[in-house]
């Protein structure tokens, strides 16, 4: 038999796949698709401190390889995702979630973490200093140094959890910023984020987008998403949630082999809303295939 187990900071997954931040919302879309238990986590809607509506229309581009959005964090706000959405998503999702937040100041992450560290629920707090499509705050945090490691500093001091720093490739160098949230404490790191990117409409002479630039993500990103992953685990001591562009089981296979110890599953959602499922079950499968008894052996080997 295959074990297609892994772990994150002492949690136990029954498989490395999590739909990514932004691409699932709180589940209450796909549960009619298929038994949303079989997934190893959910990382639900990015959540700010207030309600935010999100940026003009229109904020969602097509393009070879992939999507840009400009989303711009839509969210009801902390208060109402503790108190409503979360309780919501227990009812038929039973294992621990990845809660992803975004704040515009450390006291906006403090509100946060403390504010998640409270809800059962959540397992892991994935802190997003580095969204491109928000035309304030995020992509400060998260392409500076020091920031990162205040950051994290901030969100230690307030949550028991476990706080994985979801890092951009929108740097210079990318295993700094991994450094600088190692040294602020981080139990783990989340990347990809999206790459920044931009549409223009040539009949109408404008970009495609009303914020103009957003966020690209999909098929597109992987080979960059890999070669971060891979560089990130060799720079620093702990666990890596590999994201950008997967779309099938062996891509999965790719980012553990370059260091991650599970995924998140983003565009492809949108495009597929079963390839989680199918991702699942082809993994052992695959794994079967390729002689990996146990997929955590994998873990890092390049």
Partial sequence: MVSIKTTLSGIELDNPIIPASGTFAFGEEFKSLYDLNILGSISF????VEERPGNALPRIAECPGGMLNSVG???PGVKKVVEEELPRLGKFFKKPLVAN?????LEDF?????EMDKVENVGILE??????NVSHGGMAFGTDAKSVEAVCKVVKEKTKKPVYMKLSPNVTDITEMARAAESGGAD???LINTVLGMRIDIKRRKPVLANKVGGYSGPGIFPIAVRAVYAVHQAVKLPLIGMGGISRAEDVLEMMMAGASAVEVGA??????RVCEE???ELPILCERLGIKDIQDIIGIV
Wanted: aromatic share 2%.
């Fill in 45 to 48: 809607k990015g959540t700010t």
């Fill in 73 to 75: 964090l839509q969210n």
């Fill in 101 to 105: 937040i975004s704040g515009f100041s």
């Fill in 110 to 114: 403090a509100i946060l973490s403390e």
């Fill in 127 to 132: 802190v997003n200093i580095s969204c491109p």
């Fill in 188 to 190: 783990g790191l989340s």
């Fill in 268 to 273: 492809e959602n949108l495009v597929n809303p």
């Fill in 279 to 281: 991702i699942i079950t």
